[in-house]
């Protein structure tokens, strides 16, 4: 048995078949499979401990709370960060709207800018368009390459002065491109820029040390990292945090209240507003732990074996163009079928058990920059396998057979 | 699971490659845009009216094999039919595609049965119904979300 055949056995709901066909599971940009570990963790969570966190003295409010502040540690030495530093959210989408609104918003004023890329998917791009508004800065657009790598040269133009804050993704969701969030930050500090990496399409492939990348604020989701849906973690330097506002009130962001006056917890209590996602957190932990026993460089290695298969497949099917062939790239295969629309992709490949995403990814600008509506996008984690690969060029030799 | 053949039967695919009444109508009376922003489709429909019949019907732009024979074979059956005819074929369509009884509707129309077993692709099929239904309405935009 490979090491890879033992991986997906951690994954129970990749053992299954979709019609009569076994599921080859190629949309983890959209979200992973979760381990058996993590759906335990969950499980175990409400079956045993569950109860509501910080405020109460019983032996189960101990529990979670020691579940829930045990995840932030774990989150925390996964990114390199320091506990207070992480603040728990819903997602990468929350993390930046939080950034946005609690640093942005008073701080910003008409005569500001705020930099973003051409590959941003629609949560960072929309948060800041809303800024733009309730603020009156302007939003600047860096080009992107047409291999699908960033225009570092444009990013370096459009940085200026009035950049108050540089927002770009570690990875895009939806070719692969990897940017040199290091050399992007050090570029924005240096032009006195608050820096912000989207970093939802990263954490559950790559190692990330956000004090190694110098950024301010690093957003990331836990479903994208084999954790639950609806927690994700928000990354900020401490110094930012303290002087931030709250995002949201209500309770345990608070020291204490009467009508006279509130005053706030301290960070990183001060972001969390209301009963948590104290499963989602406890889940996540576990993902962390799993992430830690594989490794990074394993799952590294095997992700990049995939993605230069299943480039060398894309490419020896007649009428298959690949989108974002950038020198670093994340597993992430996206590409068109000449004559057949993506559509009709999808819904071939599904037939055939193979589950890809077509659309435009949430991210319509870069489609336009391809001068595209839509691609297909088969998205890998480290559970995939070449024989995956293969089904997926037997489902689009179909797809072109039936269509084109 | 449901044969991928029913979807794609040979008059679907046959019009989705080449379709007979792409363009515009002449002169346009009416058009309207349809959305659909799960596939990234948009596409143009204009109407050319003589009284309360429909003389003409035109489509335009991009979009997938089942959306694009639809706006096809709507164009066609719509010809020659009044406006309130066009209302009751869609009513028809839309319950051969999306409902659970057996309508009565044109052959040509009756190739969209095996929609009904792919619910992801029912916005596909009923993109172009739903904007030529907005333009003679007289509303100019609509999006299947």
Request: hydrophobic share 40%.
């Amino acid at each position: 048995m490979t090491q890879t055949t033992r991986i997906a056995d951690a994954f129970p709901a990749l053992n299954q078949t979709v019609g009569d066909k076994p599921l080859v599971y190629l949309d983890s940009a959209a979200t992973t499979q979760k381990p058996t570990c993590v759906i335990d963790a969950v499980h175990s969570y409400y079956e045993h401990d569950n109860a509501n966190i910080h405020r109460g003295v019983h032996q189960l409010s101990m529990r979670a709370t020691k579940g829930y502040e045990g995840a932030r540690a774990k989150l925390a030495a996964l990114l390199g960060a320091s506990k207070d530093e992480i603040v728990f959210v819903r997602g990468a989408t929350e993390a930046i709207n939080l950034v946005a609104q609690a640093w942005g918003r008073p701080r910003l004023g008409a005569g500001d800018e705020i930099l973003i890329t051409e590959m941003e998917h629609h949560s960072n791009i929309v948060p800041w368009q809303l800024l733009c508004e309730q603020t009156g800065a302007a939003l600047k657009v860096a080009k992107v390459n047409d291999d699908g790598s960033l225009n570092v040269d444009s990013f370096k133009e459009l940085l200026g002065e009035d950049t108050a804050i540089a927002a770009f993704t570690h990875v895009s969701n939806a070719i692969g491109s990897i940017n040199q969030v290091k050399e992007l930050c050090t570029l924005a500090k240096a032009a006195g820029a608050v820096t912000v990496v989207d970093g939802a399409q990263a954490t559950g492939h790559m190692h990330v040390d956000v004090q190694d990348i110098g950024c301010d604020f690093y957003a990331t989701s836990g479903h994208k990292m084999f954790g639950p849906t609806g927690i994700g973690c928000l990354f900020g330097r401490s110094e930012l945090l303290e002087e931030m506002e709250p995002y949201q009130g209500g309770g345990d962001m608070i020291l204490s209240v009467s009508f006279e006056e509130t005053t706030w917890n301290k960070v990183p209590f001060k972001f969390e507003a209301g009963t948590p996602n104290i499963a989602g957190a406890i889940g996540l932990s576990a993902a962390c732990d799993y992430i830690t026993e594989i490794g990074y460089d394993t799952i590294h290695d095997i992700e990049m074996e995939l993605l230069s298969y299943g480039t060398k497949v894309l490419s020896e099917i007649d009428g298959a163009t690949l989108v974002g062939t950038a020198k670093q790239k994340c597993a992430i295969l996206a590409f068109t079928v000449d004559g057949v629309h993506p559509h009709d992709v999808g819904t071939i490949c599904d037939h055939e058990g193979v589950a890809i995403r077509t659309g435009n990814h949430c991210a319509e600008p870069l489609m336009h920059r391809f001068g595209l509506s839509a691609t297909c996008r088969a998205s890998l984690s480290v559970y995939n396998t070449a024989s995956d690969i293969d089904a997926l060029a037997t489902a689009l030799r179909k797809a072109i057979t039936m269509l084109a | 699971m449901s044969d991928l053949r029913e979807l794609y039967l040979e008059m679907v695919t046959d019009h989705a490659k080449n379709p007979r009444h792409r363009g515009k109508a002449e002169p346009c009376d009416c058009i309207g845009t349809g959305n659909n922003p799960l596939c990234g489709d948009k596409l143009v429909v204009t109407v050319h009216l003589d009284g309360d019949t429909i003389e003409d019907v035109k489509f335009d732009g991009e979009g997938c094999a089942i959306s694009v024979a639809s706006a096809d074979l709507m164009a066609e059956v719509l010809s020659g039919k009044s406006v309130d005819d066009a209302k009751e074929l869609f009513s028809g369509f839309h319950e051969l595609v999306a409902g659970e009884g057996t309508p009565e509707v044109p052959k040509k129309l009756a190739v969209f049965s095996g929609v009904r077993e792919f619910p992801m692709r029912v916005k596909c099929a009923t993109l172009a119904w739903h904007t030529v239904i907005a333009a003679l309405n007289g509303s100019e935009e609509v999006t299947t979300e």
